[in-house]
């Protein structure tokens, strides 16, 4: 079973940065359509970014030109780059990964990372 480990999350002041940070446990991103998404206290869990094959990514329109999705495959890890956070950003953040296991269709979540943007 492939697991999904986010870091980087925080408490960061209105115009700051944060980078989270995604770690699967097998080389998994490199065949897997890949992306963030959060979820804000009492609203549905939203699409933030993602990377569905090579040079196509996808942004929600709040986080156009501040945020930036990568893989490193290398790494088996998949990042966000958060720039000119505002509180309205305040969410939990989740790293999500869907692939093929033979015909078995699959949808993994990880556990999430707090990121609070408040001064």
């Known amino acids: 079973q492939v697991q999904l480990v986010e870091s980087g999350g925080g408490l960061v002041q209105p115009g700051g940065s944060l980078r989270l940070s995604c770690a699967a446990s097998?080389?998994?991103?490199?065949?897997?359509?890949v992306g963030w998404y959060r979820q804000a206290p009492g609203k549905e869990r939203d699409m933030v970014a993602t990377?569905?094959?090579?040079?196509?990514?996808d942004y929600a329109n709040s986080v156009k030109g501040r945020f930036t999705i990568s893989r490193d495959n290398a790494k088996n890890t998949l990042y966000l780059q958060m720039n000119s956070l505002e509180p309205e950003d305040t969410a939990v953040y989740y790293c999500?990964?869907?692939?093929?296991?033979?015909?078995?269709?699959?949808?993994?979540w990880g556990q999430g990372t707090q990121v609070t943007v408040s001064s």
């Open positions: 990377i569905r094959g090579p040079g196509s990514t």
């Open positions: 999500n990964v869907k692939y093929y296991s033979g015909p078995h269709f699959v949808n993994l």
């Open positions: 097998v080389s998994i991103f490199s065949v897997a359509a």
